[in-house]
């Protein structure tokens, strides 16, 4: 067509012979209707037509735009000159351009928009240069897609930079709310018990966001409720009127707020956990624009929310205790150091740190199961939580280790408090059917007195909890310098104990114990463990083997005494030696291992022994667990033939009447009363009940610790069958046990 004339093209042979409707008469009305652009230039390029869409979207009408060259009317400077210079080559070559562009409207306005340009006749070969043709020029309106892009990779940009999810929110809404000026955005989250919670509603009114916050979902709780509830999108096109709004509509409706449109984000697996909605401020339901908008939100707040699960979730994991919730070392030690370093900005920095450890935990664990010592650690975690303040932090660090910092707590504070926990932690505990009478121990560490940083404040909470276990008189122990010495001396022993063990450094002394009618005869020889350290000469049995106990050493060091304690019976057996049997002493320890019969069985059998030929002393804490596996080895051993005798009887807490369903054939009297015999009379009358019901109970008595003529004397006449103590022999080394045996 050529676009000489200055009128717009009119029906007639251009139609084709298409008859239009009556509605329709002209094509120039027809192309009027049409959403795009469409404009027509002559030859030079200078536009002789536009539609009436090309006002609506550019701003210009016809009798403007006439005669301007569409490239200055609308580019700008959008397009390069090298730009335009390869579009017009494609259009001189093939007669089309078509492309995306950035276009101007009338008021500066950016537009994006798709182009069609079309030439008119097409060139032909061999046709005269400057013979451009007619252009007929198509402009979509791409502006709605481009904002959608625009939104879509700035919300993705702020994910990837891990930007946390209310942020993020509340940048979808303030995007979604440049696009579309016309609405007010915002995002809920469903919790766990189908409440809505804001997560971003920048441009609400404050006071509308409360009355949200927390609301139940269901079948009539507003727009967002409702949505929530259905799981599909819910129009409110007038809250004033509509029943899901009954509850709210006033206060709304005063904020100038009418109409709601919501819906539902689903996460992965569909399940609705959240709600995108918008408000408008007059009655009216979502537009094209809306729609669309909506689709793209939705689907960038499903990442975005499956993102934060996921970093919650990973979180959880890394940083919480997954058995009691309560944070780990980690998040513990990070959690109180920010605690400290905002306390330090105040006038009265102060801070307690209590290290919580339970009692006899393994025990629960071993004799009853994992269940049960789970069940312990979730009670005792419920416990310590319940006396927790605003600001308190609790962690656990092990398995039966708890820490709690109390910023702004002082000494008195502090013991206040861990008289509280204990208290609590030792109310019965029933699991299973099962009655715990839990205990615990605590040891407390003052900021900035014992530590002015969580590293030393935890590590001397520690060794004060440890000095707690070892004192009788209370569960609970301050930190002192002289703890720290007490915990590096004992370091430094566990590490040389550890390696003497190994390195077999360690030896036995043995102690004849002789009957009590004819004490030149003997009845039987107790092996006692001894260790000579290079630098601090003998060290008592009584706290080495303590840390043996505490430091797992226990087992090792049993192995080597069965083995050593064998070999020289064995030796004193080839040897024509009458020494009837050989006590050794076993920790309580040894008894929560289910393979100790089979360890012994193994060493006698190694040196060729029976099983009468040991007596296996245990001392009476053995009984104060009298846990499954305790009892089970006890009556393991006995099964096996070997005898057991019960040590330090009279020091502990197991009464006689228990002791006759155990399978003990000797009980020893503790040295304290043999040495008490003279001078108390309860210690006399106590010897006088014990010698007794042991003789119903066809036990043996030993009486420990006889020093004196006296006392060997005393306990003749009440007929105590076996006498051991420094009178008639101290402990002493083999070769002189020999010498001992042949001057009786
Ligand atoms: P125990 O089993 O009660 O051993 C008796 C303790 O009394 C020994 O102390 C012994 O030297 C001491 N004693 C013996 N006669 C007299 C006396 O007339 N007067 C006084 N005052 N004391 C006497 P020792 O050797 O220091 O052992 C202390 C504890 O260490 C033992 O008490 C035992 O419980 C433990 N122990 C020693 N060796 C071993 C071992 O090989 N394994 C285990 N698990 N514990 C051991
Ligand atoms: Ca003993
Ligand atoms: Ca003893």
Same mark, same amino acid.
């Given at each position: ?34 959403? !795009? ?56 070559? &093939?007669?089309? @351009? ?18 069609? !340009? ?81 997560? %971003? ?33 819910? &129009? ?21 707020? $009418? ?19 918008? @408000?408008?401020?007059?009655? $009216? ?60 900005? &105040? ?99 003052? @900021? ?53 063990? %190994? ?26 463990? $001894? ?152 210690? &006399? %009358? ?59």
């Amino acid at each position: 067509m050529q676009a000489a004339s200055q009128s717009p093209p009119a029906p007639g042979p251009a139609t084709h012979g298409l008859t239009l409707p009556a509605s329709l008469p002209s094509l120039t009305q027809a192309l009027d209707v049409s959403d !795009c652009a469409i404009l027509i230039s002559d030859e030079q390029r200078r536009i002789v037509y536009t539609n009436a869409g090309f006002e609506r979207l550019f701003g210009y009408p016809l009798h403007e735009a006439r005669g301007r060259r569409p490239r200055d009317l609308l580019l700008g400077k959008s397009f390069s000159p090298d730009a335009l210079a390869h579009i017009d080559e494609q259009l001189a070559r &093939t007669g089309r @351009y078509t492309g995306e562009a950035l276009c101007y409207h009338r008021n500066g306005d950016p537009i994006w928009v798709s182009l069609v !340009c079309n030439i008119h006749p097409p060139p032909q070969p061999g046709r005269p240069q400057g013979d451009a043709g007619c252009a007929v020029v198509t402009l979509t309106d791409l502006t709605p897609t481009k904002h959608h892009e625009a939104l879509q990779s700035r919300v993705l940009e702020a994910m990837v930079s891990e930007v946390p999810l209310p942020q993020l929110m509340a940048l979808v809404c303030a995007e979604v709310e440049r696009i579309a000026p016309d609405v007010i955005a915002s995002v809920l989250r469903v919790d766990g018990n189908g409440r809505l919670r804001v997560l %971003a509603a920048p441009s609400l009114p404050p006071a509308l966001g409360a009355a949200i916050e927390g609301r139940l979902i269901g079948p009539q709780a507003g727009s967002c409720g409702t949505s929530a509830f259905l799981g599909d999108p819910v &129009t409110v096109t007038d809250i004033a009127t509509d029943p899901l709004w009954q509850d709210y509509h006033p206060l709304f409706i005063h904020a100038g707020i $009418r109409a709601c449109w919501s819906s539902p984000i689903k996460n992965l697996a569909g399940q609705v956990v959240g709600t995108f909605a918008f @408000y408008f401020r007059e009655a $009216r339901g979502p537009s094209n624009l809306h729609l669309r908008l909506v689709e793209v939100c939705l689907h960038l707040c499903t990442l975005a929310m499956a993102r934060d699960t996921e970093q919650n979730r990973i979180h959880q994991l890394a940083y919480y205790d997954t058995l009691t919730q309560l944070p780990n070392r980690t998040l513990f030690a990070d959690f109180a150091r920010r605690a400290l370093a905002s306390l330090r900005e &105040t006038r009265m920095p102060q801070a307690a740190l209590l290290f919580v450890d339970l009692d006899r935990f393994k025990q629960v664990n071993d004799s009853q199961g994992h269940a049960a010592g789970d069940a312990l650690l979730c009670e005792t975690a419920n416990r310590l939580r319940a006396h927790l303040g605003p600001g308190d932090i609790a962690g656990r660090l092990a398995s039966d280790e708890f820490v709690l910092l109390l910023p702004g707590a002082g000494s008195d504070q502090a013991v206040a408090m861990a008289q509280r926990l204990l208290d609590s932690i030792a109310a019965p505990f029933v699991h299973q059917g099962l009655q715990h009478l839990p205990q615990a121990s605590i040891g407390v560490a003052l @900021y900035p007195e014992d530590g002015t940083d969580i590293p030393s404040l935890l590590s001397h909470a520690d060794q004060a909890m440890y000095a707690a276990k070892k004192q009788p008189s209370s569960r609970w122990c301050r930190f002192s310098p002289e703890l720290g010495v007490q915990a590096q001396e004992r370091m430094a022993m566990e590490r040389d104990l550890r390696e003497a063990i %190994a390195r077999r450094q360690l030896h036995l002394n043995f102690q004849p114990q002789v009957l009590g009618r004819h004490t030149h005869r003997l009845h039987g020889v107790e092996a006692l463990a $001894r260790w000579n350290h290079p630098e601090w000469g003998a060290v008592s049995p009584a706290r080495f083997i303590a840390v043996a106990e505490d430091a797992g050493l226990i087992q090792a060091l049993t192995h080597w005494l069965l083995d050593a304690a064998c070999a020289q019976m064995a030796r004193w057996r080839a040897a024509g030696l009458a020494v009837p049997q050989l006590a050794i002493n076993l920790s309580a320890h040894n008894f929560h291992d289910p393979s100790l019969a089979d360890q012994v069985g193994a060493a006698l059998a190694r040196h060729a022994l029976q099983p009468r030929d040991l007596m296996l002393e245990i001392t009476e804490s053995v009984m104060m667990d009298a846990s499954a596996a305790t009892t089970a080895n006890l009556h393991a051993l006995h099964a096996r033939g070997m005898q057991l005798s019960l040590d330090d009887f009279g020091t502990g807490y197991s009464s006689l009447s228990h002791l006759h369903r155990l399978p003990f054939s000797e009980l020893k009297l503790d040295q304290s009363f043999v040495q008490d015999l003279q001078n108390s009379d309860s210690a &006399t %009358a106590l010897t006088r009940s014990v010698l007794s019901i042991a003789r119903s109970l066809d036990m043996k008595v030993v009486a420990e610790g006889v020093e004196t003529r006296e006392q060997c004397e005393w306990l003749q006449e009440h007929d105590c069958a076996v006498m051991q103590g420094y009178l008639f022999c101290r402990p002493v080394a083999a070769a002189q046990l020999e010498e001992w045996l042949a001057a009786q």
